[in-house]
Structure formats: C-alpha cells, structure tokens
C-alpha cells in the first residue's frame, strides 16, 4: 500500500461547537446529536463497552485505485466481506439498459427514479467476481454486508420512493429515490431482484419512518441504521445484529439524531460549505461520518455561489461520535488548535473528479476481529465511465 497526501486545515484554524445554523467566518460548526424521543434511548447505553477508536489524523493507504464496476454510473457506497474476502458495492443502475422482465431499455432518469441499482462484488484487489440488479430499492448511500458461511446477506433500503434531487430540486430529470424500507437478501451472482419478490424480507424498525440505509460493524456484530424520523430529522441507531435479522427493533442500543456538519473553512480562509454526508459506518461505540463533495461544487453561501471543494483539496471530512455521549471524540480542540475531529483529508486528491463515497470496516485477519480498518470509497473518471477507489486508514487508538 501506498501513501497519498493527507491534509488537515491549518494550526490557524477555528473550531466552534455549537447548533446546527452556526456560522462563523472561519469555522467547523458541527450541530450536536440530542436523541430523538421517537426512538426510545438516549445515547449512554452501558451496552456499548469500551472499544478502539480510528485515529481519523492517520495517514492513509491506497488499497484499489481506479477500478470500473459493473455499471458506469458513480459508486454510492461499499461494504466488505470480512470472512470470505469479497467487497460489494452499491451504484444507481446506468441507463440504457434491458433487464429481464423489461420489455425496453430503460432510460438513466428512470432508473434513478425507480430507485434501481446494481451491486458489484469484488475481490480485495477490485477484480470484479459477480453483479446483481436491484430493482425499486432506492439510492445506495449505505450497504450493509452480513457474511454466513461462504454466503453474503446484503442489508440496503428498499421500497424506493422517488424525491427531488438535494442538489437540483426544481429539476424532474433529476429525481432520485429513497428507501422507506430495510431489505436483507442473499447475493446471488446475474440476479434481478424486485422490490416485493417473494420471500424477500423487509423490515421498517420505527413505525411511521423513511429513508432507510444500513452499515454492519463485523467486529462486535451489530447493525447500524440511518432513517429520517416523523419529525424530519436524521436518525441513527444501533442494533444486534442477531436481533435485527428476527425483526426485533425495540431493544437498540443506541439511537442519536445524526450530527451536521453545517459550516466548514480554515486560515487562510477557504470556504468548504456544507458537505454532504456520502457514509457511515459503526465499529463498537464509535459512529463514523464522512461528509464531502465533487471536485468544482458550488453552494450558495452569503448569497454567493462558491465553489466548496477546489480541486487538488477538496472538503473531504471524517468525524468520529460517541455513541454512549451523543459527542464527538475526541472532542473538538480549543481555538487555534488543529482540528483533528472533523478530520479534513485531501486523500485521493489526485483524482480528476474525486466524491467521496462511502465507509467501509476492513478486517484484515477475522482471527482478530479487534483489528479493524476503514476504508474510504472516492468516485472518478469521465461521466458515463466512472470509475471506484478506496484508500484506507489503519491507526488505532486503545480504550484508556
């Protein structure tokens, strides 16, 4: 493995922890994840024990670089295989294709408000060894991989409802789809699985919710779940894994509103606006957020459209939270300190389009599951050909 730039914003920069409309000229403003009372518990389950931390200011690895998947549209998330040492990942199925059952090809806007994607299973080098095609699920932004035996159980949304664009709401071309429900289904290589086939499961944990995606931390073997809540905030929760798969969602071990990161620049004054969350992922008490945008992006700040990831940087954030506080950790610094959580990373930044997409926990000896890494996906190349890599990050930090 080899190294890439790793970057953090300067000594200079200020660290403000506050609610979710702070500020500041130059600041990470990140909005504090209070629990939701929809959801049961509050962060501070004593069930969550202690366990090792990602050091998030790590150098970090390039593991694959630049590998195609199976369709051409841009990854949107991934997960590994630990015992079997595969890597599945997630795209919205390109357009112009057939499909069995399809009397026609069906057209790139169609497929993305349909909510239909394609799973590519690699190998640990990003040969690709199988695909399946998922048809009404949703958008991808978080897969979740369950091996038994020589057998991958897939967790992803389903139930795809199609929503405006968060980038481009006014554009119907734009639509894209968004789960209302779980799923937990076999991989099996060439297959179109539908929305509502037979014998699939779904689950829908909290009545009344939407918005579903899930990440399983194969190190203490739970599910991690995002959904949006009745009141329309982002919710995160953690369950056993072993529970989850009967249907038993009233007994999570922690359950958080999720934490924005709302307002992002450093000295001197680079503005990174407000990065989109593209992963997550949960090992032992520790949720991981990464938050950050293509290449060029412009968001309307101050009432003026700014370009919030320049090429070469990026606003590319990693954030570890606490999940028995609620908290980052560790906690943001003093002023003029370096801002070490939200951790900025300029890893991959030699990629000529560079999103960030998704968080991935690597095991690299399931003899010793304590032993984690966490990968993180970048999406490049050409539209209509793009292309996936994932560099990774393995510095620990025991319990004290």
Same mark, same amino acid.
């Given at each position: %493995?080899?190294?890439?730039?790793? &970057?953090?914003?300067?000594?200079?920069?200020?660290?403000?922890?506050?609610?979710?409309?702070?500020?500041?000229?130059?600041?990470?403003?990140?909005?504090?994840?209070?629990?939701?009372?929809?959801?049961?518990?509050?962060?501070?389950?004593? @069930?969550?024990?202690?366990? /090792?931390? @990602?050091?998030? +200011?790590?150098?970090?690895?390039?593991?694959?670089?630049?590998?195609?998947?199976?369709?051409?549209?841009?990854?949107?998330?991934?997960?590994?295989? +630990?015992? $079997?040492?595969?890597?599945?990942?997630?795209?919205?199925?390109?357009?112009?294709?057939?499909?069995?059952?399809?009397?026609?090809?069906?057209?790139?806007?169609?497929?993305?408000? $349909?909510?239909?994607?394609?799973?590519?299973?690699?190998?640990?080098?990003?040969?690709?060894?199988?695909? %399946? !095609?998922?048809?009404?699920?949703?958008?991808? %932004?978080?897969?979740?991989?369950?091996?038994?035996?020589?057998?991958?159980?897939?967790?992803?949304?389903?139930?795809?409802?199609?929503?405006?664009?968060?980038?481009?709401?006014?554009?119907?071309?734009?639509?894209?789809?968004?789960?209302?429900?779980?799923?937990?289904?076999?991989?099996? +290589?060439?297959?179109?699985?539908? !929305?509502?086939?037979?014998?699939? =499961?779904? *689950?829908?944990?909290?009545?009344?919710?939407?918005?579903?995606?899930?990440?399983?931390?194969?190190?203490?073997?739970?599910?991690?779940?995002?959904?949006?809540?009745?009141?329309?905030?982002?919710?995160?929760?953690? *369950?056993? @894994?072993? @529970?989850?798969? #009967?249907?038993?969602? &009233?007994?999570?071990?922690?359950?958080?509103?999720? /934490?924005?990161?709302?307002?992002? =620049?450093?000295?001197?004054?680079?503005?990174?606006?407000?990065?989109?969350?593209?992963?997550? =992922?949960?090992?032992?008490? !520790? #949720?991981?957020?990464?938050?950050?945008?293509?290449?060029?992006?412009?968001? $309307?700040?101050?009432?003026?459209?700014?370009?919030?990831?320049?090429?070469?940087?990026? +606003?590319?954030?990693?954030?570890?939270?606490?999940?028995?506080?609620?908290?980052?950790?560790?906690?943001? /610094?003093? /002023?003029?300190?370096? &801002?070490? $959580?939200? =951790?900025? &990373?300029?890893?991959?930044?030699?990629?000529? !389009?560079?999103?960030?997409?998704?968080?991935?926990?690597?095991?690299?000896?399931?003899?010793?599951?304590?032993?984690?890494?966490?990968? %993180?996906?970048?999406?490049?190349?050409?539209?209509?050909?793009?292309?996936?890599?994932?560099?990774?990050?393995?510095?620990?930090?025991?319990?004290?």
């Amino acid at each position: %493995m080899t190294h890439d730039r790793f &970057t953090h914003p300067s000594r200079r920069s200020l660290l403000a922890w506050g609610g979710a409309g702070a500020f500041t000229a130059a600041a990470v403003s990140i909005g504090t994840g209070t629990a939701s009372a929809a959801t049961h518990p509050t962060p501070g389950s004593a @069930l969550l024990v202690p366990s /090792p931390r @990602l050091d998030l +200011n790590s150098a970090s690895d390039k593991w694959i670089r630049e590998k195609p998947l199976r369709d051409s549209t841009i990854l949107q998330s991934f997960g590994y295989d +630990n015992a $079997n040492g595969h890597i599945y990942l997630a795209q919205v199925t390109q357009g112009g294709l057939k499909l069995a059952g399809e009397s026609a090809a069906v057209s790139a806007t169609d497929r993305n408000r $349909n909510g239909d994607l394609t799973i590519t299973k690699w190998d640990l080098s990003g040969n690709t060894l199988g695909y %399946m !095609y998922l048809r009404g699920f949703g958008h991808g %932004m978080s897969i979740g991989v369950e091996p038994a035996g020589g057998t991958a159980y897939l967790w992803t949304e389903t139930d795809g409802q199609t929503v405006p664009d968060p980038v481009h709401p006014k554009d119907p071309e734009k639509e894209t789809s968004r789960g209302r429900r779980l799923a937990r289904f076999p991989f099996v +290589n060439g297959r179109v699985l539908d !929305y509502g086939s037979a014998g699939l =499961a779904t *689950h829908q944990p909290v009545p009344g919710t939407s918005t579903y995606t899930a990440s399983v931390d194969p190190v203490y073997g739970r599910l991690a779940i995002r959904f949006r809540d009745t009141d329309g905030a982002f919710v995160f929760q953690v *369950h056993d @894994l072993d @529970l989850a798969r #009967l249907g038993v969602w &009233t007994q999570p071990l922690a359950s958080l509103r999720e /934490p924005s990161l709302t307002a992002v =620049a450093g000295w001197p004054l680079t503005t990174y606006g407000s990065p989109f969350l593209q992963g997550y =992922a949960v090992v032992g008490r !520790y #949720l991981y957020m990464l938050h950050g945008n293509s290449y060029n992006s412009v968001q $309307n700040i101050n009432g003026q459209d700014t370009v919030i990831s320049q090429p070469g940087v990026g +606003n590319t954030f990693i954030t570890s939270v606490n999940l028995t506080t609620g908290a980052l950790d560790p906690a943001p /610094p003093v /002023p003029f300190k370096e &801002t070490v $959580n939200p =951790a900025h &990373t300029a890893t991959a930044y030699t990629l000529d !389009y560079r999103e960030p997409e998704g968080l991935g926990v690597y095991v690299p000896d399931p003899a010793k599951p304590g032993v984690f890494q966490i990968g %993180m996906g970048f999406a490049s190349g050409d539209a209509g050909a793009r292309v996936a890599t994932i560099y990774g990050k393995a510095g620990l930090i025991q319990p004290s």
